[in-house]
């Protein structure tokens, strides 16, 4: 039971959270709102309260949309990133799940240090490793190619961590018990080890949809072909023609915003679950 | 030669100057429902995990059914494992965590159901088939880590002390129904436990351990009338035998306080001309105060107040200080007294133990 002043201290919090999050609303609902307007009206609205509010349903609502679904390639490098996105998340949790439960579970030599180099890894900017990547790519011949785009990006330090802190605290005698259930190191893996860290498994693929959806400067490096471009290059080329109206930059930043709205909604708990746990258990 | 044996095993771990398991030797017969017992740290469970592949064996020869088995992996040994924490699968059914062993066999997915039918019903799972582990008690998980052990047809179950995370009256219906289990299925099975008392209960013989080493092998009732040593004497039977610092002398026995007894015939003989300070044992149920027994060793009547005393229904414990040592007496629930009570008692002339007060060998067992 909350005493009268910790019900007043609550409701002061509330009240603080409240106008944050309009605060951090507010752009977002002025983009909602004018994405569905046109230019004149958009300009019309501009300094007055129905800069927030969308316009009547009328036959002209969507206009912004259909265009730019219409006019452009916007649908593909949607459709192009969400196929990149759902690759690296197997690969992610496969490769860095494989490394995680390595570091957390099997005796090798030097085990301690290689955890340490993989931390240290973590405080490198993207940036600073991106030329390397980029030779190394256009030295194969992998230039333009899905391949190319997706091979640097399959390890990821952070993933490795995360897994090794959730699995480490996995139970040992589970192993011990598959394996007199014949289970081999590999179906352990796939079969017990990931189905029982859920959590993990969730952020590591919220992370990395996230990583890939957001992502501009690897692909925009990578990709040449129009065929291949992901959103965020789609968003750039749209919204830097001459051509292109403000409701029609607002619509496409809205479409490029919704599936990472989408998928903060759905996983939220996990991801803040998952994050918390990997500090909370050791061995 | 025996189901299962142990030629001089020895466990010894990196780093450690000693051996955690030193020279095992045991023979086990088929169908045979052996406990290894002995304190925190006696390298039972070490023995029990070396069976089961789980740990390296570092000297020594491990052979199950005729095989030496060494250098065999933990699948490969017709074994199967209760685990103290259960280790059930958390993300799969009662069903699928008694099945998943045989399905990873190729078992036929008709004969994997009538086999997990028959482990659901045998150990009254029916109702919780679909559960999973977290939505399961204590004991009914417990009854799901043994379901998964018996429907793999294993020659040998080990049982690491399955029974330690129960309540005290689960514990003890858990015991019978391991036992049921046992008769009805006939497996080799090896139990590790700390308790004495689910391994007098329940096991054929017991193998007690102390610092890695057995001390002693035997039937239940072997280990609790003729301990080898001091320490076996301590472990087995509850309350603790009782024992007292003595200076032996002839027939005579002088307890630390000055009051003395007078040895029997047999039990001189059994001394064999050993006189000094030795270690007198006795069990609570040894010590007599009823009339007849007071009647028939008057010469030897001792008294005590009592300091302490136990009603355990059936029966009474009682406290007291004698012979330089505190000493407890099983007596029945009719001879009821009370703390500050004088008592008159007798030691069963031919139920006392004489042990080395260096070496603790029981000198009446040899």
């Known amino acids: 039971m909350f005493t009268k002043k910790q019900k007043r201290i609550n409701w002061i919090l509330v009240a603080v959270l409240l106008v944050l999050s309009v605060f951090f609303l507010f752009p977002v609902i002025w983009m909602l709102a004018n994405s569905f307007k046109p230019d004149a009206a958009i300009t019309a609205d501009m300094n007055t309260i129905a800069a927030f509010i969308p316009p009547a349903l009328n036959g002209n609502f969507l206009d912004n949309y259909v265009s730019i679904v219409t006019d452009t390639n916007f649908l593909r490098y949607m459709g192009n990133t969400l196929l990149y996105a759902a690759i690296l998340i197997v690969l992610s949790i496969v490769v860095n799940g494989l490394a995680g439960y390595a570091l957390a579970k099997i005796r090798f030599p030097f085990r301690d240090q290689w955890l340490m180099i993989i931390i240290m890894l973590l405080i490198v900017p993207t940036e600073t490793v991106i030329t390397i990547h980029f030779l190394i790519i256009a030295k194969a011949g992998l230039l333009n190619t899905i391949v190319g785009y997706i091979l640097p990006l399959i390890v990821n330090p952070f993933n490795i961590f995360l897994f090794r802190q959730v699995f480490v605290s996995l139970p040992d005698d589970v192993y011990e018990a598959a394996q007199l259930d014949h289970c081999g190191p590999v179906k352990y893996f796939f079969t017990m080890v990931l189905p029982m860290s859920k959590t993990v498994v969730a952020t590591v693929s919220v992370f990395t949809f996230l990583n890939v959806w957001n992502d501009y400067l690897w692909p925009s490096l990578v990709f040449t072909s129009s065929d291949l471009l992901t959103a965020q290059i789609g968003l750039n080329s749209i919204t830097s023609n001459e051509n292109t109206t403000m409701g029609q930059t607002l619509a496409v930043i809205t479409l490029v915003t919704i599936p990472v709205i989408i998928i903060y909604s759905l996983f939220s708990k996990q991801i803040v679950e998952g994050v918390t746990s990997t500090g909370s258990k050791e061995g | 030669m025996s189901f299962i044996e ?322 407890v007496a099983r007596v029945s629930k009719y001879e009821i007294s009370q703390i500050g009570d004088t008592i008159h008692f007798v030691f069963m002339p031919s139920k006392m133990h004489f042990f080395d007060k260096e070496t603790g060998v029981n000198y009446t067992e040899m």
Request: hydrophobic residues 35%.
């Open chain 2, 6 to 327: 142990f030629k001089n095993v020895c466990k010894k771990y990196p780093g450690s100057d000693k051996n955690t398991v030193d020279n095992f030797n045991l023979d086990i017969e088929e169908k045979e429902f052996i406990a290894f017992v002995g304190p925190s740290g006696c390298g039972k469970s070490t023995t029990l995990r070396m069976m089961a592949g789980f740990e390296e064996i570092t000297g020594g020869e491990l052979y199950i059914d005729g095989k030496k088995v060494n250098e065999v992996a933990p699948r490969d040994r017709g074994i199967s494992m209760v685990f103290q924490n259960y280790a059930l699968y958390p993300h799969m059914t009662v069903e699928k965590n008694i099945g998943y062993g045989l399905k990873n066999m190729k078992m036929p997915a008709d004969q994997i159901k009538k086999k997990v039918d028959w482990a659901i019903n045998i150990l009254g799972l029916e109702e919780y088939r679909y559960r999973k582990p977290k939505n399961l008690s204590g004991g009914q998980r417990q009854r799901v880590a043994l379901g998964r052990a018996i429907v793999k047809n294993s020659k040998v179950f080990l049982m690491d002390e399955p029974l330690s995370n129960l309540d005290a009256k689960l514990r003890v219906s858990m015991r019978t129904e391991i036992s049921k289990l046992h008769r009805q299925i006939g497996a080799t099975t090896i139990y590790v436990t700390h308790d004495q008392v689910e391994a007098m209960t329940m096991a054929d013989r017991i193998v007690i351990m102390k610092d890695g080493v057995i001390q002693q092998v035997g039937k239940p009732m072997e280990l609790y009338d003729h301990p080898v040593n001091q320490f076996v004497a301590g472990f087995i039977g509850s309350p603790q035998m009782n024992f007292f610092n003595v200076t032996v002398d002839g027939g005579t026995v002088k307890f630390s306080d000055g009051n003395t007894i007078t040895l029997s015939e047999g039990m001189q003989k059994k001394l064999n001309g050993r006189t000094g300070e030795m270690i007198l044992g006795i069990r609570g149920e040894d010590i007599k105060l009823d009339a007849q027994n007071m009647d028939l060793n008057k010469d030897n009547a001792q008294s005590a107040v009592i300091t302490d005393t136990e009603v355990m229904g059936n029966e009474n414990n009682l406290y007291f200080s004698f012979g330089g040592a505190q000493a």
